[in-house]
């Protein structure tokens, strides 16, 4: 039988000094995270600080990717600028205001009736539960019920301070709703002279990464509200199609509430839904609701595996794993309006991302040679050149 021992080789004179490198090594690398780290958490800390003024300013950015294609069309036809963005900002209120006075007064109408007919649907449950195969008793349930209302009635003013939040929610609200609309009036009339102005700031070195990262968050931005609208129209059109022939109730609201969704990827398309089958099910009933939920199935089926992969182009590069992580991140730091801002923020992040990764491969992008005409019109006396620079950023926009 060989000797226990016999395997056992004599220490390297080099262990110490690796062990010594690979500690050092160990340690400068988990300094590095620490510092990166501290890093990550100080920008939370100061993005949660600064949530106020960012907000507006993020959907002012967004409503202005929606509403710069007309502006743009009116000043490249002789417009001035204030006049163009005062007409398309009054537009824009209209079809908020007409989208209002037509989603309101159904649900205000037919709420009534829907809570009628729930308390009806409550009482079929409450007869299913009593009877075969549960056969749980109405001592049973009444017990449930009455814990529940004790519940209710033990939180009571928990639950009147949330109320109570939520209003000062709602102002606020109103507040960062009225300042982005502001801020996108100024963003349309004066958001051409934003890469000169950059430029100017930034210097010549750095001049060019600004503007290319400019224009490439732009036309990332731009392409997400395109398509997502695009999407959302044809969810809301044939699924409120599908309601309409059924007899559903409140199809205008609930194709509303789909094209909403589908500025939440995946997770917005399942809430719409569900609400929509809900509602079929309080109204009209189990085979109605399994017909609904069969026809927002089949239209989400179509919209992901035919029209996004269509319609996407280059999209926003984002795997569906990374949506659902960003929705999910977004709508615990802000709730509903941070699950909304949750994806563009992420492929703003992504289009940062790649850009530097391109620069330390050495991989220059084509937009980065782009602001050499910005420097060019800069240098140019203005006097000389009356409405050119104007003409020339309207035609870059």
Wanted: proline fraction near 7%.
């Amino acid at each position: 039988m060989p000797d226990a021992d016999q395997g056992d080789t004599a220490p390297s004179p080099q262990r110490g000094a690796r062990l010594q490198a690979a500690i050092r090594r160990t340690a400068i690398v988990t300094g590095r995270l620490l510092v990166i780290a501290a890093g990550v958490a100080l920008t939370g800390y100061l993005l949660s600080k600064l949530w106020m003024i960012l907000l507006p300013v993020i959907l002012a950015l967004l409503v202005t990717t929606v509403l710069w294609p007309p502006v743009r069309f009116l000043r490249r036809h002789g417009w001035p600028p204030l006049a163009a963005t005062s007409l398309i900002v009054l537009a824009f209120l209209s079809v908020l205001a007409g989208v209002v006075l037509v989603v309101v007064p159904p649900v205000a109408q037919q709420s009534g009736a829907l809570a009628d007919q729930a308390g009806q649907g409550l009482e079929q449950v409450q007869n299913w539960l009593t009877g075969p195969p549960f056969n749980l008793g109405e001592n049973q349930i009444g017990r449930a019920v009455d814990s529940a209302v004790n519940t209710l009635q033990e939180n009571a003013q928990s639950i009147a301070g949330s109320a109570l939040s939520w209003l000062f929610s709602i102002g606020s609200g109103i507040v960062n709703a009225v300042l982005a609309l502001v801020l996108t009036f100024f963003f349309l009339k004066d958001g051409a002279r934003w890469l000169p102005w950059l430029e100017r700031q930034v210097g010549p070195r750095v001049a060019p990464h600004a503007a290319a990262l400019s224009r490439q968050s732009w036309q990332t931005l731009s392409e997400f509200i395109r398509q997502q609208a695009f999407v959302g129209f044809i969810d809301a059109f044939f699924i409120g199609l599908g309601l309409w022939i059924l007899g559903v109730p409140l199809v205008i609201p609930l194709s509303v509430l789909t094209f909403v969704g589908a500025f939440i990827p995946i997770i917005g398309a399942f809430v719409a839904g569900a609400f929509a089958v809900l509602i079929a099910l309080v109204s009209n009933g189990w085979t109605t609701a399994l017909i609904v939920l069969g026809v927002v199935l089949l239209v989400q089926q179509l919209e992901g595996n035919v029209l996004q992969p269509v319609i996407q182009g280059r999209g926003l590069q984002l795997p569906p794993a990374v949506v659902m992580l960003a929705v999910t991140a977004g709508g615990s730091f802000a709730g509903i309006i941070g699950a909304l801002l949750a994806v563009p923020v992420a492929a703003l992040v992504a289009v940062f991302y790649r850009y530097a990764r391109d620069q330390l491969d050495g991989h220059d992008s084509p937009a980065a040679d782009e602001p050499s005409a910005y420097r060019t019109r800069m240098v140019q006396p203005t006097e000389s050149r009356p409405g050119h620079e104007r003409d020339a950023a309207v035609e870059d926009g």
